[in-house]
């Protein structure tokens, strides 16, 4: 019965009147509030599926740690009981599994340069990053090659003792380019050289075997284009650490994801921690959860504001109807009744706001994923704002908008100052 009154005088508005003006703007404050919500968490998880898809060609699916340091032996046994090494281990799932050693270093790279009889050696920090011989099928590296060698290729065994693949920000640093000739590949052997930081004195040591040869230049992105790529045994014969690795990266084959991250940490035991792809890059993950939890708490004040106006015509509406009161406590409604009343009006104005603002939100997310009309200025990746609803975000926008509505509803409606010349049943 208090539903259907509630109805009844929702849809009973007198034109032109104060507080059908007042619900009006009531229901669009809310509508627009909940557009924008629906837009701005899309459009937060459009760029982040946008630099996810950008880190999965790159962030391996698993990556393995060690624990207790920086580098551990692979060769090392692990479990006393099966004298097993974690590659023995790592083998067990090769059906499933693909992986790479990998032994990284901070270093600096110098390159000597001649100018008009006098002699530059311009120096760039870097980070090189030895990877065995499938690299590239763990990560697909190839990928991201802007300019390559004719003559010498990154991991050929051939030339691995050698050769190396530096980023974009490196080779524009030094002014270097790729060896397509042995001259070139000579002059570059002469002059590259690289410095360890991690020494114990407190100047950089400088490392310098038998020289090396760009053979590639790759740009990711800014954070990875400071890296420099070699076959695994030349990092290990320049910084002397034979049969070590920083970590194992792992690509799972034909994208299989069985607790694979369970499995693996369960056999490797506490020595080892296993990482998915969210723990490799968490920074990302984390800036976007606190962006995101500070649109929420702005669109909630904005709610609030909206509020407001929801108290006002809800105020408004129960003056309004002070002989109907009368009329219902005659006809042997009870005040508790009445509130109900009241109470579900308010709520019918936020759900109308509320559903309207969500299926014109997902309108026009729609429209901006087929026409992209919102663009963006500067120099990006793209040049529209990309979108992706999802579920989780408008039931999250569905639950809030409900529960302050009825909140606020509540409280306005359970008022005893609006019944007190009332009997009380």
């Known amino acids: ?52 898809n950008l880190y999965q060609g790159y962030v391996p699916n698993l990556k393995i740690e060690s624990s207790q340091g920086s580098f551990f032996l692979t060769d090392s046994v692990i479990d006393f009981n099966s004298q097993q090494t974690i590659i023995d281990k790592l083998k067990k799932y090769e059906n499933d599994i693909i992986f790479s050693e990998v032994l990284e270093e901070e270093i600096i790279l110098g390159y000597e340069k001649n100018n008009n009889d006098s002699t530059e050696f311009p120096k760039v920090f870097g980070r090189i990053k030895g990877v065995s011989e499938n690299y590239n099928d763990v990560s697909n590296i190839t990928n991201y090659i802007l300019v390559e060698s004719d003559k010498y290729k990154f991991l050929d065994r051939q030339h691995s003792n050698s ?66 790529f070699s076959s695994i045994e030349l990092v290990r014969n320049i910084f002397e650490k034979p049969n070590h690795c920083s970590y194992i990266e792992i690509k799972f084959k034909n994208n299989l994801n069985f607790n694979i991250q369970d499995m693996l940490q369960k056999e490797l035991g506490d020595q080892f921690i296993v990482k998915n792809f969210k723990e490799q890059i968490p920074f990302l993950y984390k800036m976007v959860n606190t962006e995101r939890i500070g649109v929420y708490l702005i669109f909630i004040l904005i709610l609030l504001v909206t509020m407001i106006t929801l108290i006002g015509s809800l105020t408004i509406f129960i003056l309004q109807k002070k002989e109907d009161m009368f009329i219902l406590i005659a006809l042997g409604s009870s005040v508790k009744k009445l509130k109900n009343i009241f109470m579900i009006w308010g709520q019918i104005i936020v759900v109308i706001g509320l559903f309207s603002g969500l299926i014109f939100g997902l309108i026009f997310s729609v429209l901006q994923n087929q026409f992209h009309f919102l663009t963006i200025s500067g120099d990006f990746i793209i040049d529209y704002y990309p979108i992706e609803v999802r579920i989780i975000d408008l039931i999250n926008i569905f639950i809030i908008v409900n529960i302050m509505g009825l909140v606020t509803s509540f409280l306005v409606s359970r008022r005893n100052v609006f019944y007190k010349n009332l009997i009380n049943n």
């Open 1 to 52: 019965m208090s539903l259907w009154i509630a109805v009844k005088y929702f849809f009973s508005f007198n034109k032109g009147s104060a507080i059908n003006i007042i619900s009006l703007i009531t229901v669009l404050g809310i509508m627009f509030s909940t557009i924008a919500m629906v837009l701005v968490l899309s459009i937060f998880n459009g760029f982040e599926g946008l630099v996810t």
């Open 163 to 228: 050769v190396i693949m530096v980023g974009l920000n490196i080779a524009n640093n030094l002014n270097l380019s790729v060896a397509n000739t042995y001259q070139q590949a000579n002059r570059q052997i002469n002059l590259l050289k690289i410095w360890s930081i991690k020494t114990s004195s407190k100047k950089p040591e400088l490392f310098y075997k038998n020289g090396f040869i760009n053979s590639a230049i790759f740009s990711i992105s800014p954070e990875f284009d400071n890296y420099i």
